[in-house]
């Protein structure tokens, strides 16, 4: 059989061939459209059984194969997987946008919503219902015939210029490589990334040191090189990434996924200063610009919301999320920046008093602010991000992980065995007191050159219940980390440590939910601003006490994080937070104005605007070449278009929600009450889509959500 094919049990990772795709997803395309003309016809009654489980069967059967194919894009591309994805693609999206736009269908959700016996449906199926509609709408399926043919041609080319734009930033990462020859230039750079370099280097059959452009390369160059040749070097070639520059001396970015820490920008760029290297390694016959693709999408998505009557995309992304308008959106970010930015100005004015004061520097460039920052976090509380990293060694800070999961909702997470994508890949089952399985989890933590990145969570099965019984709901958990050298298990810094918590916090959300119903089931129907709401949730127990002490082991001793090194790491938890805060607010004032107000058919380009929302919103002003747009993978080629505002609104629901566990934590001695933890699976994470999350929240909180916590937890208070 065709593993892609088989839907018994778990993916058939050693078995997948890239040549098993097409005759899939082609059987797959065949079933779901046999499906579909069951549902519409005439004699098939416009009820639950009779038409929409069969068709639910059907896509998701289409659903769970074509996952395992972009799952593998992502996480081990290939020229030949590369090759039928994109074959491929352009199938799956037509059938989706006929879906969406078939109007006998529209019109058997509409008889079923007005039947009478409509009331006795689920909660879930009446939710499932009411979405479906509204999706029909956005699909344009209420569009006449010549605008629904353009209306599918768009969706197509959109989906084929979403791919390649990923695609250029992985080939343009992977494209720069430069080789150290003279140790003297990695001053200051831990010994076990250096070891990494080496083991890199030697595996080209080569001496020396590579360095490279993924996240475990790149970021202690720029926060630990004394070489500042090295750090300008490299964060103009990390920048340029994909854009008109073409060269791989010259790439730009940030990571695919949930955003963390990054590279705060600056003022104007001095006199290149070269380290003592060999040649950046790589073709410059390839030219990877995704300028041309930016304006193409932007085009796109204007004339499908146009299509559709609505006057920007921004109001498209909007009728399926929390927020109403972009106006509601921009004010919220406004009022939040507004907030923010005394405390941002303070950040700066600090670290240019030290880098003039303590370090010489007469002016602080974009590649010296991560130096400049760990310098003045070392003087400031007296400890380094590397020195807490010897303590996260990965064994432990998994069993940590495992125990607050089982601490709050009384659940057990063991190693178990699945066949995977790669040998480094994990596999992991969760189970209750009892023996019942809860779900079960891939984790996939290293970086690797055919990855793309940042991290993320996607899901494999989703819970639902069928004849058979109920269906275990599966995750994939995708980080970039740096792997173990040198017999030593890969170490975590504390960010890193509060990336896999955030991933955690997704997959739990797609784990634990108790509806049965797969269009509202896990994160499905969820609103996409209050997506993150689990996930920045978990991100607050990385600082306690209660949690910290049983994660941590001294790679080399054995010793577990000293209460004093936690106290200063507590110290500096906000710092440059006002900073980070404008960072996030410039990124999603950019995106929203870029979808509501920014004409794309216009002379103005997308590097204008943000250039623009830079002089209005931000404190740090990066080079002239930056050329930011070109990697932002979240609103180009993921889910985020005029949604990247979701990662501070759903901070709101987060720091407010975990507000409830710090309230009853004095009675309980703690934040790690398994009481509350029940309360928000049930109210949070069981309800998955099947209710509004703004119902969900208050059912868990009591209340509609402030923003006093998060100001709180953000040392703005």
Not at 253 to 263: F, I, L, T
Request: with cysteine; aromatic share 10%; charged share 25%.
């Amino acid at each position: 059989m065709n593993p892609l094919l088989d839907f018994s049990g778990l993916p058939r990772f050693a078995e997948f061939k890239p040549e098993t795709v097409t005759p899939a997803i082609d059987q797959l395309l065949a079933d779901c459209r046999a499906a579909v003309e069951h549902a519409m016809a005439a004699d098939t009654p416009a009820e639950w059984d009779a038409f929409v489980a069969p068709l639910d069967d059907a896509n998701e059967k289409l659903g769970r194969a074509w996952g395992q194919v972009s799952h593998l894009h992502s996480v081990m591309d290939s020229p030949e997987l590369r090759e039928v994805y994109n074959a491929n693609l352009p199938k799956i999206t037509i059938y989706y946008a006929e879906l969406g736009q078939n109007e006998a269908l529209f019109n058997k959700f509409k008889a079923l919503k007005a039947r009478p016996d409509f009331a006795a449906l689920s909660a879930p199926r009446q939710k499932i219902v009411d979405n479906e509609l509204r999706d029909f709408r956005l699909g344009g399926a209420e569009l006449p015939d010549d605008k629904k043919a353009r209306f599918m041609q768009v969706q197509e080319e959109l989906a084929q210029l979403s791919a390649k734009f990923e695609e250029n930033i992985l080939d343009a990462t992977n494209e720069f490589a430069l080789t150290v020859d003279d140790a003297a230039q990695l001053a200051g750079v831990p010994d076990d990334v250096q070891a990494m370099m080496k083991a890199a280097a030697e595996a080209d059959g080569k001496s020396g040191w590579k360095i490279t452009l993924q996240m475990p390369s790149y970021l202690p160059v720029m926060q630990y090189a004394d070489n500042r040749g090295l750090r300008e070097q490299l964060y103009r070639a990390y920048v340029t990434r994909a854009s008109e520059f073409g060269r791989p001396e010259h790439p730009q970015g940030v990571g695919h996924g949930c955003p963390r820490k990054g590279e705060a920008a600056v003022v104007k760029p001095t006199s290149r200063q070269q380290p003592r290297t060999k040649d950046a390694e790589a073709s410059t016959t390839v030219h990877l610009d995704n300028t041309p693709l930016i304006s193409g999408i932007l085009r796109l998505r204007r004339e499908a919301a146009e299509l559709l009557g609505f006057r920007s995309y921004a109001e498209v992304s909007l009728a399926a999320k929390m927020a109403d308008t972009p106006t509601e959106v921009l004010k919220f970010l406004d009022e939040l920046g507004a907030r923010a930015r005394p405390y941002a100005e303070k950040d700066y004015a600090e670290l240019m008093a030290f880098a003039r004061d303590e370090l010489g520097m007469s002016e602080l460039q974009a590649w010296d602010t991560p130096y400049v920052s760990e310098k003045l976090s070392v003087a400031r509380y007296s400890f380094s991000d590397q020195e807490v990293k010897q303590y996260f060694p990965e064994p432990r800070v998994l069993t940590g992980l495992f125990r607050l999961i089982e601490t709050l909702y009384g659940l057990h997470v063991r190693e178990d065995s699945a066949p995977a994508w790669h040998p480094d890949v994990k596999f992991y089952t969760l189970s209750d007191h009892s023996g019942q399985r809860i779900g079960q989890f891939y984790l996939d933590l290293y970086a690797r050159a055919s990855k793309r990145g940042g991290a993320w969570m996607d899901d494999v099965i989703t819970r639902r219940k069928k004849d058979d019984g109920i269906q275990t709901p599966v995750a994939y958990l995708n980080c970039n980390f740096s792997g173990p050298v040198g017999g030593k298990p890969a170490l975590f810094t504390h960010d890193e440590v509060i990336t896999l918590f955030h991933e955690a916090g997704h997959g739990l959300h797609h784990l634990l939910t108790q509806i049965e119903e797969l269009g509202v089931s896990g994160i499905n129907g969820v609103e996409w601003d209050a997506v993150e709401l689990p996930s920045q949730f978990m991100e607050n127990f990385c600082w306690e006490w209660d949690v910290l002490k049983h994660m941590t082991a001294h790679v080399d001793t054995g010793e577990p994080l000293p209460r004093a090194l936690f106290d200063k790491m507590l110290a500096a938890k906000n710092f440059q937070s006002g900073l980070q805060t404008l960072r996030q607010i410039e990124f999603a004032s950019f995106d929203m104005h870029l979808h509501d107000d920014f004409d794309p058919n216009g002379s103005r380009t997308a590097l204008d605007l943000i250039n623009d929302i830079r002089q209005q919103v931000a404190v740090l002003i990066p080079p002239a070449y930056n050329r930011f747009p070109n990697n932002f993978s979240h609103i180009f080629a993921g889910g985020y278009a005029a949604g990247y505002y979701s990662y501070k609104w759903a901070e709101v629901l987060s720091a407010d929600a975990y507000a409830l566990f710090e309230d009853e934590a004095e009675g309980y001695g703690g934040v790690l009450n398994p009481e509350v933890g029940h309360r928000f699976w049930s109210e949070i994470l069981a309800q998955g889509g099947a209710r509004p999350a703004l119902e969900s929240f208050k059912a868990f909180r009591g209340r509609e959500p402030t923003i006093d916590a998060l100001l709180r937890h953000n040392g703005m208070a």
